[in-house]
Structure formats: C-alpha cells, structure tokens
C-alpha cells in the first residue's frame, strides 16, 4: 500500500511508551513535518516548543492541569512518560490558527507513524497553559507574545501495538 496511506491508517494513539528517547533525526523530522504542514493564506504562523521528559516544565503543567481538574492522581500524566512532548502554538488573533495547529499535529502524528513511532495527541492541557498562569508557562515554553498554546503531541517508541478505531463509512456523503 501506498506508504502515505499506510501510515495514517495504521497511526491509533499510543498511550504507553518504552523508556527509549527519540533520535535528533526522528526529532528534526516531526519538526519538519509539523512546520511544512499547510497554513491558511501560507501564513506560517505556527511555532513549536519541544520538550524531553526530564524536563520539570513537564510536571509543572501536570500540576496545573490536575488542580484545574481536582484530580490529583490520574492514572497516568499528560504525556503517558513518553520520552518527546511537541506543544504547538499559533498567533491568537489569526482566525485560522486552530486548523492550522489541527493540521501541523496530525502532520506530525502521520510522520511519527511512518518512523515507526507511536504518539498522542494532547488537548487536555489547554485550559492549564491558557488559564491563570498562561503568562507564566508562555514564557517557560517560549510562547512567543501575542500567541497562544493550541495543541500537543506526545511521542515516543510504543510499549505495545493497537488496533486502529473503525469508523462508520456512512459518515461519507457522495452527491454522485
Ligand atoms: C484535538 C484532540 C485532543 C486530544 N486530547 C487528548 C488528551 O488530552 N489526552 C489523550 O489521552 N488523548 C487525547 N486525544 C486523542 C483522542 O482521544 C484519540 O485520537 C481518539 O480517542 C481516537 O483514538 P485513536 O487516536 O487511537 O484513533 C486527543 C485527540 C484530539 C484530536
């Protein structure tokens, strides 16, 4: 099969990772694919902020995210361990920036997959990086002014495989 299709195919969100940290080619790579993704009036307004696992950026958005939910002990973090977290941000004033982000992160889900790598894509901590301490973590995460965190991606290598989710083909409507 045709590689593109095969990876958005096979691509399912992997929400367990081994320990083994992604290579700077494979990191170059998503970056890549994230950036080229297409933009609405070519505006390539999107920036992304990669961080590793290690860093206590990390922790610091799982805390924020839990307080803003009163969870305190989710059964996994924000990124499920996995070694790459990507956060994408886009210009807040640009009525395309959502798309934009929607289609960079998919772009990147699609490009992890064909590496061979699994990933999942994170919304959950927008009320956390958008809330009160949006100051705060914009600067952390290199949010540049007048921007806004949109969505991110975790990747890694996965600790198990999964099946795709089947979809209900009569969602497409042909006017044929
Ligand atoms: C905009 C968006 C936000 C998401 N946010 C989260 C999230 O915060 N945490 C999570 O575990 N999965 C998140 N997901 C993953 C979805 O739950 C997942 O894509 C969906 O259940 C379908 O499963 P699949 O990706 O395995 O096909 C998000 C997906 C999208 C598109």
């Known amino acids: 099969m045709n590689e593109v299709l095969n990876a958005i195919e096979k691509r399912s969100s992997t929400r367990s990772y081994t320990g083994e940290p992604i290579t700077g080619d494979e990191l170059d790579a998503l970056i890549r694919a994230g950036l080229q993704a297409p933009t609405a009036t070519n505006r390539q307004e999107l920036h992304i902020t990669v961080a590793n696992s290690g860093n206590p950026i990390l922790a610091e958005i799982e805390a924020e995210k839990?307080?803003?939910?009163?969870?305190?002990?989710?059964?996994?973090?924000?990124?499920?361990?996995a070694p790459t977290v990507l956060f994408i941000s886009a210009e807040t004033a640009f009525s395309?920036?959502?798309?934009d982000a929607g289609i960079s992160v998919e772009n990147i889900a699609v490009a992890a997959e064909g590496l061979g790598l699994g990933s999942v894509i994170i919304g959950c901590v927008k009320n956390a990086l958008c809330g009160d301490k949006k100051a705060y973590f914009d600067?952390?995460?290199?949010?540049?002014?007048?921007?806004?965190?949109?969505?991110?991606?975790?990747?890694?290598?996965?600790?198990?495989?999964?099946?795709?989710?089947?979809?209900?083909?009569?969602?497409?409507?042909?006017?044929?």
């Open 66 to 81: 839990n307080r803003g939910f009163g969870t305190e002990n989710p059964p996994a973090n924000f990124y499920y361990d």
């Open 139 to 176: 600067k952390a995460l290199k949010i540049p002014e007048g921007y806004d965190f949109e969505i991110a991606i975790a990747v890694g290598h996965k600790a198990a495989e999964k099946i795709p989710h089947a979809y209900d083909a009569d969602r497409a409507m042909s006017l044929r």
């Open 96 to 99: 395309w920036s959502k798309v």
